[in-house]
């Protein structure tokens, strides 16, 4: 294992600090606590909150910024962070408005993510989520009850954080990120493992020419494994597990994110959006947005994801607004 | 290899395409032609050209934008872009004002991209270029007379690009680009090889605990290979290389990027950007604008590079202007 770190043990503190270095002034961390929270919180405006175990950078701390998230909680590789740790997050970003926690379905994060929101309001806050399941894949998974989130979270932190940044109350910030919850997709595919550094080796294994269609973004088992194709006729595939759900239909406006694992080349990802571009052509839907790149990743892994979101005329106006969030653009 | 491409000779048309699929309308990509270039060109502003070798994304196409580049000229993997591309981005994006070729200093890049300017001048065009050389990991490579130019060319991409959005003139864009080329350094760094998909294996063999110190961005070798050490380390001896060329004084204002070679995750990038800042700090200079991801790739390889230019005022109101370039946050 080569990595470029220091001590395993302190990996996530000090991915923390290099991202607030990297931010411009846009982002501190919270004081002995790896929570990457905006400059100025307006304290008139809800506040969104995600996280979740990191290794998946971006996300979250990228789209912590005006018109996304308020604060980021950056738990251990691929571990949940701590009641403790998201409380301090919803206090430091405490609002009049009141909060929103944006939750990607894992057992973990949905257990200690409702125990903050607890124990947040016995002190009298409001705070209210909601829990994103975009994976196709899979109806249930070896770590979640229902679906997993994944990189349709992103979309979520875009409309919900655009939604707040224009006043909006709790109650219409959290129907906007359901809006968004109920016309998400996305699919996986894995190439090859990632290397969680605690372990330091590949988290399981592939064949030389084999995939895993459906992977999870820590490695979790996907649907079933298959044979190396042409890059065309995976995204066909995974574009029909998606229209599966969505149903598209002439005309209907989507945004569209391709993805990359961690360590797929940006020339790959892009070869696939141009596949991806041509399948919703077909359906006939018109994309009113789309990104290419590096927004939720695991580590090192090998692989990409396609998710696409059904849009009305609201979301579309929301998913263009402005945001100064690092890693969304 | 598993890569994610359908016939190895299509692999940077087919990106190109999906260059402009997920640019929101922002891009369009010459017919028969693998140039991107902006969907409004100004002719009353410098334009501003690059490009090289495919393979190192987002360079050259990402920094396509409004107060950055007019166009991208995308050469097969590792391979200069031939003249006729070269003068077909020329012509595409005439100004009044004339045209900036930048140039990374590869002996091939020069010479086709000489020849480009060549021939638009005996069509009547004003053409001028400056090409870029800041690694100083080497005097001189396999590659070049002279140092490579390599992650710091963004740097010149956006200062120069700023300097034409403002309507200046040609002189006055060249003599922009030129401070920056003078004032900036790199250093990268090898942790495993990349795959060229022609050739489909490794391009180079490091030890399991060896990394190369100084690599260029073709796998080109670099000045040493060493044993693999903690990244505060690494970024301690790439400092020192760096700063021995810029002579950092107190007060003295920098731009940084820390930049990943493709398949290294932004986690471990992060962690050497909290040590750069550090020892930055330490050389009590000033960091006005630091960014930390992947900006100027070599396919999938493994590591980084780390760039500072030392900034005048003038260079800092370059560097904060906007753009609108998908790849530049």
Redesign the interface.
Known sequence: M??????VED?VQ??????V??S?KKLRKLKDCNVIVRKKIDTNKVALISGGG??H??AHAGYVGKGMLSAAVCGEIFTSPTPDMILNAITACNSQKGTLLVIKNYTGDVINFQLAQQMAQAQGLNVDYVIVNDDVALADSTATTGRRGICGTILVHKCAGAMAETGASLAEVKRVAEKVIANTATIGLG??ACIVPAIGKKNFELG??E?EMGLGIHGEPGVHKEE?K???K?VEEMFEAINKQLKLQKGDKVAVI?NGM?????????????K??KVIKKAKAK?E??????FM?A??M?G?SITVTKLDDELVKLLKAKTNA?AF?
Do not use: H, W
Request: hydrophobic residues 45%; contains cysteine.
């Open positions: 080569k990595k470029l770190i220091n001590k990996i000090e991915m923390c600090d290099g991202i270095a990297s411009n990191s290794g950078e971006p190439l090859d030389e020419n995939v190396m042409k890059v065309d995976f391709v961690g360590a797929t080349p940006l020339m790959e990802l892009y070869i696939a959006a141009r991806t571009q994309i947005f789309m990104m290419t790149g590096n990743t580590i090192d090998a990409m690092l653009k």
